[in-house]
C-alpha cells in the first residue's frame, strides 16, 4: 500500500531564509506527486505537482519542488521565505486510477 | 467562479444528534469526496464519488453516510454523532482526467471546511 512521509510536523524560519520541506513516499510506481498548502481557516489550495518530464516543477508562489526517484521523495522548496508563507504544508501522492494519499503535514512558522 | 462551497462553517453537536454537512461545486466535476482533518492525522478520506448514483468508501467511513443525486451536490450525513467526529471536515473535486489519463493526477479542489464539534 502506498504512504506518504512527512517527518517534520512543524519547522521556523526566518524571513528571507531558504526553505525545505521533506516528503518521502511509498509505492510500486512513479506516483502523481501534489504539495498543497493550507492558510488559517482554509481550504487546500494546490501549491504544484508533478506526473512525468522534467524533474524540477514551478509552482505558484515561487515555489518549486524536485522529484527523485532514486530517494522517493519530492521536497518543496523555496529560497526566501515571505511572512505570508505561514501555513500548513501538505505532500500528497496519487496512485492507480482514483486514489490519493496525504501525509500528515509540515506547519511553517516564520519569524521576523 | 464559485467553486466548492460548503455549509455550515461551524457546528457544535450533542451525542446521538444527527446532521448533515452540504457541498455543492459548480465546476462540472465527476469526482466528489469527502475529508476529514484531525491534529497529526493528516486528512483521511471518508467518502467519495464517481458521479451521480454512484458512492464509495474511503479509509474512514463508519458512522458516515452518502449519497449522489445530482453531479453539483454531495451531502455528509452524520447519523447518531460521536465524540470521535469532532474533526474539520473538507469537500473535494476533481475532473475525471483528460484523454484517458488517470484522474489521479489532477488537482484536487477543496471547500473552506466545516468545523465540527460533538459534545
Known amino acids: 500500500a502506498q504512504s506518504v512521509t512527512q517527518p517534520d510536523i512543524h519547522i521556523t524560519v526566518s524571513e528571507g531564509a531558504s526553505l525545505e520541506l521533506r516528503c518521502n513516499y511509498s509505492y510500486g510506481a512513479t506516483p502523481y506527486l501534489f504539495w498543497y498548502v493550507q492558510s488559517p481557516g482554509q481550504g487546500l489550495q494546490l501549491l504544484l505537482k508533478?506526473?512525468?518530464?522534467?524533474?524540477l516543477v514551478q509552482g505558484i508562489k515561487g515555489f518549486e519542488a524536485e522529484f527523485k526517484r532514486s530517494q522517493s521523495s519530492f521536497n518543496l522548496r523555496k529560497p526566501s521565505v515571505h511572512w505570508s508563507d505561514a501555513a500548513e504544508y501538505f505532500c500528497a501522492v496519487g496512485t492507480g486510477y482514483q486514489k490519493v494519499t496525504f501525509g500528515i503535514g509540515t506547519k511553517l512558522q516564520v519569524i521576523p | 467562479n464559485a467553486g466548492v462551497t460548503q455549509t455550515p462553517k461551524f457546528q457544535v453537536l450533542k451525542t446521538g444528534q444527527s446532521m448533515t454537512l452540504q457541498c455543492a461545486q459548480d465546476m462540472n466535476h465527476e469526482y466528489m469526496s469527502w475529508y476529514r482533518q484531525d491534529p497529526g492525522m493528516g486528512l483521511r478520506l471518508i467518502h467519495y464519488?464517481?458521479?451521480?448514483?454512484?458512492?464509495d468508501q474511503g479509509e474512514v467511513p463508519n458512522g458516515y453516510n452518502v449519497s449522489r443525486s445530482t453531479t453539483e451536490d454531495f451531502p455528509l450525513r452524520l447519523l447518531s454523532a460521536a465524540p470521535s467526529q469532532t474533526s474539520v471536515y473538507f469537500c473535494a473535486s476533481r475532473s475525471t482526467g483528460f484523454g484517458g489519463t488517470s484522474p489521479a493526477r489532477e488537482k484536487l479542489f477543496f471547500g473552506s471546511g466545516t468545523q465540527l464539534s460533538v459534545l
Open positions: 508533478y506526473f512525468s518530464g522534467d524533474t
Open positions: 464519488s464517481v458521479g451521480a448514483g454512484i458512492t
